[in-house]
């Protein structure tokens, strides 16, 4: 999971793919990270821990980390918030291998239409709750995948 600085959209999209990932019981590794660096070491966005803790999804014990070209070799799936997440991604990447591992996530639930996961940092309380809906929809994708593959 990979947004700008792995404190709002990231994190959450962690906390809730590795919850259900648990609940599953899958052998699957749940990580996020971002692609700047202003935040690496910082805990997730005090109102997106509310947020993650008022669905029974925390994230407080995570830390922002930033992605790095050894991701590729380490996970098999690399879904990406934005437009601007997924230029970045793709320009660490060494090859198509890389490249073909790297998904907008919105493109689970709504496959095809490129859309992106908004940003709720400067936003109100709301902007974290839409967040959050759209996550949890798109992870419900995945783990529907990663169960009948």
Known sequence: MVCLGNICRSPLADGILRKKVTTA????????????????????????????????????????????????????RIYVMDESNLTNVLQVARNDLDRSKVKLILNESHPGQNLEVPDPYYGGEQGFIDV???LDEATDIIINQLTHN
């Open 25 to 76: 019981a899958l052998d699957v590794e749940v990580d996020s990270a971002g692609t700047a660096s202003h935040h690496v070491g910082a805990a997730p966005d005090l109102r997106m821990q509310s947020t993650g803790r008022s669905f029974g999804y925390p994230i407080n014990n995570l830390r922002a980390r930033q992605f790095e070209e050894a991701d590729f070799d380490h996970f098999d």
């Open 132 to 134: 959050f809906n759209l």
